[in-house]
């Protein structure tokens, strides 16, 4: 994109999310003058408004949204303006039927809500095309736009892949320009194991509804096809906007712990990330590793630091670079925001609790501390219609301020300079790996997010900063590198990190790492394969424990537990520095080191951060260890200290009110 | 319908269901003679009896029926004969495969059961309008027919509602003569919440499969359109009923807890009402508000005496009207009938325990005091072939008397008269309300029933004798008026409720209580809409509690604690009788007061307990309190007194035996 | 078939499961010669390899297979050849789809996995019998060739039935030749009872997707089709193989508590019978009777010996005959065999452990001392690609040794003579019985397996030994015969088993025996129907007990709790042993005998076992009480002593090391 001719902003920025369509049209110039005087600058508009825009099949009807950017405009709100097409009309779905999705279980996924389309479809791309093209040709300069999303939350309730339909006619084009025979698909997918191989691309299908489990080869490439579709939908809106909107940011907003496309070949062609960060109903359905419903309880009013925090920095890293103010144009925010901030309660988790007094200036406090630029509640005020008529706004079903509202006017944004988040470590991540963990788990107990965030939380509560990149990213200028599940290890991955270690860098890696190969096999001389050298040893065994059973570990370090998985090694050139003690694997290492290289097999959190203390030690990167609910996080220059707890916390001679912050100047003092 | 010609009964009758056709002829005399002699009145026949009634299409065979109804007249039975829908037969359903309904998955629902019918079928409503007429017209003035039972049990095994075939063709037409434009339509809707505006009715279908939850005002329009299906299906029954069988009565045997349709559109024809009492399936599936596996486990073999008495009320309301001997003629039973009464194990249930020695008495003589002037057992003798073969009768499968038939052998129903029950407290319900509850509850915990059985069960544990009836309902003559969950309040029914007040009556509401609009929506101008002026107040906040989670409630009457919901108010003319102490809550109103009105925003069974105490006390209603299990019920003069505990208790200084019960003349004394 | 040729075996051999066409070719020679040095003499191969047989449709490739033959014959391996129809390749499956079978749910289950067949197909029937004449043509009298397996695991992955399809077309057919006409089949069915019957055989569906539960006798006869699909299915198999592979013998691998078809009516052409056995993951999917977490904790990393020797038992009385040394020639292996022997974790089950140190020959020893003679290892080298690839082989994915094979290297198996089982009692065991019991349980924690098991462990709880054998199968030679779970006894039966007691056996039974009739009904006459006389005594009551309750038993061997279930007799020649006391069984008969038959009513696995002990008293079998996790079993003269508790007990005043066994010579001494 070219620069931004806005000025510059020195400070984290406001924003909310505004449906004029959803009100009556005298309710427009005041609510965009309240935002303003709120101290809002951005307003992200229209998204599932394509009904109104194209009310009949190419009826277009801008007069609303001409009075809606103007009304913005003269309010000095800038507009983030939205491509509809997580919303296609009725018209347009009855009248092509074949651009509806199709579920696992093989039902078509019907109109009446949103998200009814297959990515695949070539009517529906035509359609994305169509819509994009009419919208930018009327206001890709309009000057109360700021910048693009496109469409709305890919992957929502589960809309990454279509199992039928569109998706199932492109799979196998898909797979004949990536492998160019069968003879090579077969080989790849391993197809002799149960006589699966084809001899026609004609005869594959997506891998479901299959008698037993599928080949974890083709559900590999079904997924990598899936989002390769995404991807293409994308890009394809990107590429119109670029033409006909100069000087306009493009983005899309993703969403929390989304794994149903690679985030990484999605997010290629934006200027920035953004995210949707909803801390409460994100705690409901998902568990830090090792807790339940005590934690859950806990945080139930201000979600789970590092959850979100995690999801900041994984989204921050998307793009592959460190985010710096300036980048699209001098001052102009950059990303990653959070598009969609939690402002009261939600209504789509089994219990959706009040947050806490607080929590919705902790959590822009927070977003910023990770590397935000901007931050945007949702939404401006309580639908009073349809589905989401239990989740709150800022303001309330009677337009009266609402709790997130006080909160937001009483933020004081100047304490939040944006610049550099600057972290010393790295966690590696992989959407690859993330799905060969989870296809084939052995443990029903552990997951891909489970193994990362039990390192990643490791990490945290040891008061250091922390990027989330991509396991082929650059790693240089990092002091450690964490690859926590990252089991596919291509040749080519292998040599990237063990160059990083000859650079320096600490490597800590977790149980299967370098199990599997990038076709979804097993390397066949084994775990580490192509990694061994560097790692110095080779696996001896993995055992998948159940909740009720544990596996002690001693060392150095002192005695351990591990739960939900153990996996021990045959030392070459490695080191042993914990061994298993007891049970079939008593006797055998559990930790391993070869020079720079450490590989922790068990689970366990107690361990990895024991371990994880050891290698930042010795890298020489400063730890502040930190109690529950406690953390720090730095951004230009400054530390924002968080208290999450519901009670007052004394820490390093401070009382700590209840679910607050302060920024720090120098350091974590 | 017309006068009867029957006697006066002066007090409880007592029948059985009985299947002529599952028995060898040479059973018949027998068995008429044995009920007679048992001292039952009515025996209940041929629900599902049509693939003997008319073997093969057009061909009737009656011969069986004849015999079997002339056999009862001759043991001096009065018969219930029942039109056969419930199970059309497989010539039929082969014929017409389009008489199917279809699941709420888009499956097709096969014969090989019962109840394999879509009520929109204009085939089906042809052949069941046949049938009816073939019936009528031999039986209609039968002298062993007293009435007639329409189809059986609306809405069993979830078939109220279907998703596909005639009623997805039919919902269309039924929106448009509703609606009148789609414009119309699209707002009442809120359709352009997410671009799900139609500009044809044919783009509308069930709310299905839809990709995300679906509009929740087209969920409720499409729960209205199937209570229509029934209530239009039935009618026509009725209408033949009424032309080919004067003087005889007509009703249907409606089910526990049953939500698929409202009921009552659909008894609104009917001369009375009657429902199938399983006081132990009932109670598995099924836990009062507060309790869990110890409350089933105590009343394991009894039923919870308020869910059964809930029912007795909800369904003696049905029709409007205070039930009273002779309404259909000067002795007649008018009802509610229990059609059905376990009188031993049942079969549908995941654990089936046999009842408590005494427990098909206390049944019996509760359904009395709650209104009903006959009960019916199921069945008279085990059947010994199909889905039922575990399912208990009078007769054990070998024809010998089980438990139950010797329990009601020693039954003396001369104990029981019939006569009005006077009550003056009234529950309001309303299935629009309960659909919307439950479509959109927040908090898993927090259903339609667990709020209005909070509050019923506390009535009851006081005591009081209480009539559940419609929302908008006469309410003269109650002191007290409860809407524990009237979440659909439009303007005339909050003016309704007004004049009530304005008449002295006291008014107590629970949460949620007026958020919604008739259409689906929430008030723009918030909770409580057009009732706010009545209430004097606001909503602002509400709060969904997870399970973890309680909220701590300050006031005169002490200290409680909330659970699964609490919200809060804006007061205006009302005072605060109660508030919440500590969380998001603190310091905010949650029981106020506005003269005659209460609104109770939290969910506590012994806050709800208190607040309903001092309510009662000011309206001038007597109250007994009661120990658990222990429960009083008033009719024509007398009062029962029953001991639900299997245990003996001492309450009042009488020991009541486990599971027994006492008629006493005067009062509760 | 004919005597085979080979050399006497003295004792137990081994083997194992290995797939040439999953590695290069440069494998085959150094694994047969491996195989070989580590004691193996069989290998059984190619149950998948249809792809690579038959690469496109009559295009064969055997030269793959030649060598793989001929490399195994030069090594000194026997060969178990497979037919390969587990496997349909995609060319086939995609040029004849009606092959695919469906779900109980209407969906057609896919390609892509394995077993994606419909028995019933008379297409795959052609391609079946093609495939096997073919490979029988060319291998048939191979030397290699030592005998064959039919297919691989009938009914994995719920395959046993199709719900549409070709078995949909063909159900009809098979029930008119079973009923001849419509009347019999809907008097069979008690199709009258909700209007089900039926005036066209056309009509007639599978039972599923019925709105309510379908009728049991449909069921019944379903099941029953299903399973004679599957019997003609690998009969057409079998005649090929007599034909054209004289000599050899052929067999099928069965599955752990498999109930998708009737065992003894599929064995019926076989040799012998062979079965896989997983005891890691059967513990985490079936918890013994009256267990739970604490169990499946405890024998983690052996499995519950019980629930394997149940298994052992069962299969080797598939056949109807005691095992011996050389039924197909002298010193000719003759079953039944362990096809499949876990050596490892396994992959299939929610968490997968490693088995303990000495589990691999513990497993090994009581297959021997339940009547194994050939033991074959699950899978020579673990698999590097697809969907098995965390299942561990003897090979690790590196080829290195794991730690099966190390256990198989040093077992001495000269210890493990082959010879007669010889058992005094007999469990009895039907399909019929277990599809009624669990298609209508009434109570949800009493199956078939539970109520038969409870029988079963208390008799290897006193450590005598048992066959497990049809309830028709000869009697003779049992001192005691015990039918913990067949309800289905028809006239028949009820006269074989009242000759077995007038014979000198003591009967005993469990609850719920001889409640139903062959066509699914109950016995008009009620419980005991034709056993009645045998047991003297009628059905009183059932009580089906949800967890929270029990019921206490009172007789002169003491105080028992009966769980589940619980069920009363009135007696007419038999006396009572136990009484109910308490609840509404209070001081019906618990336990009841007449002569040589007992009945026990109650499910409690004291009671059970204190009644058995009394019984087994009275009939001279000698017993040996275990405590918990030892076992004793016995074979050819030898008894092994089996301790399966992870820690050292000492009983008898003899050490038994954790996880362990020794063989005695004599007795249990």
């Keep these: 994109m070219t620069q931004s001719k806005s000025t510059p902003v020195p400070h984290l920025q406001l924003g909310s999310c505004d449906y004029p369509e959803h009100v009556p049209q005298d309710r427009w110039v005041p609510y965009a003058q309240q935002q303003k005087e709120l101290g809002l600058s951005y307003v992200r508009i229209a998204e599932f408004a394509w009904s109104r825009m194209e009310p009949r099949p190419g009826e277009y009807d801008w007069a609303w949204l001409d009075t809606a950017l103007d009304t913005y405009h003269a309010a000095g709100m800038r507009v983030v303006l939205c491509t509809p097409t997580p919303t296609p009309p009725a018209w347009l779905i009855r009248a092509h039927p074949e651009i509806l999705p199709m579920d696992a279980q093989g039902r078509v996924r019907e109109f009446g809500a949103r998200r009814q389309y297959d990515f695949a479809s070539p009517v529906y791309r035509e359609h994305s095309r169509r819509i994009t093209r009419a919208m930018a040709e009327r206001y890709g300069t309009h000057p109360a736009v700021a910048g693009w999303q496109t469409d709305n939350e890919f992957g929502c309730h589960n809309t990454a892949r279509s199992y039928g339909g569109a998706s199932a006619e492109a799979f196998p084009g898909w797979l004949e320009r990536k492998y160019g025979t069968l003879d090579a698909l077969n080989t790849a997918w391993g197809n002799v194991f149960w006589s699966m191989e084809y001899t026609d691309w004609a005869q594959i299908k997506p891998p479901n509804l299959t008698v037993a489990e599928p080949n974890p080869s083709h559900v590999l490439d079904f997924y990598r096809f899936a989002s390769a579709m995404i991807a293409e939908f994308q890009a394809e809106q990107v590429a119109i906007l670029r033409e006909l909107s100069p000087g306009r940011f493009v983005t899309h907003n993703f969403m929390i712990f989304e794994t149903g496309f690679d985030h990484y070949e999605v997010a290629k062609g934006l200027d920035f990330v953004t995210w949707d960060n909803y801390p409460l109903g994100m705690l409901e359905f998902f ?64 219990f959706n609790p009040l947050p806490a007094d607080g929590a919705v200036q902790l959590w822009t406090a927070q977003a910023w501390a990770h590397g935000a630029d901007v931050v945007s509640y949702f939404r401006w005020r309580a639908a009073t219609m349809a589905q989401e008529v239990m989740h709150s706004g800022l303001l309330r079903h009677d337009e009266t301020p609402d709790r997130g509202f006080t909160e937001v006017a009483e933020l004081d944004t100047t304490q939040f300079p944006v610049g550099e988040v600057s972290a ?27 193994q990362t965030l039990t390192y990643y939380m490791a990490l945290r509560g040891l008061g250091v900063d922390v990027d989330v990149i991509h396991a082929d990213a650059d790693l240089s200028g990092y002091a450690v590198v964490v690859a926590p599940a990252i089991t596919l290890v291509s040749k080519e991955r292998a040599a990237h990190w063990t160059a990083a270690v000859q650079a320096g860098a600490k490597l800590v890696c977790g149980p299967r790492t370098a199990f599997r190969t990038p076709g979804g096999e097993t390397w066949a001389d084994g775990q580490f394969g192509p990694l061994s050298a560097l790692v110095g040893a080779k696996l001896l065994q993995y055992d998948s424990l159940r909740p009720t059973l544990s596996q002690k570990i001693d060392g150095d370090g002192g005695q351990f537990e591990a739960h939900a998985w153990a996996e021990s090694y045959r030392t070459q050139d490695a080191e042993t520095l914990y061994t298993y003690a007891g049970g079939p694997l008593d006797g055998q290492s559990a930790v391993i080191r070869n020079g720079g290289v450490t590989v922790i097999g068990a689970h366990s959190e107690k361990l990895v951060g024991s371990v994880l203390t050891g290698v930042l030690a010795d890298a020489d990167v400063s730890m502040t260890p930190l109690p529950d609910g406690v953390r720090l996080s730095r951004r230009a220059g400054r530390t924002l200290l968080q208290n999450w707890n519901p009670d007052a916390v004394t820490w390093n001679g401070r009382r700590l009110e209840p679910v607050s912050f302060t920024v720090l100047e120098n350091g974590n003092g």
């Design 424 to 450: 010393k470590v790295a966690v590696l991540h992989d959407y690859d790996s993330l799905w060969l963990y989870d296809e084939q788990k052995h443990s029903a107990n552990l997951s891909y997010w489970t």
């Design 287 to 350: 568990a830090p590793p090792g807790s339940g419903e005590d934690v859950k309880t806990h945080f139930a009013r201000t979600g789970q630091p590092d959850l979100i925090a995690f999801n900041h920095d994984l989204y921050r890293g998307l793009l592959g670079g460190k985010n710096a103010l300036g980048r699209n144009g001098a001052g102009t925010p950059n990303g990653p925001w959070v598009m969609e901030q939690q402002c009261g309660q939600v209504n789509w988790a089994p």
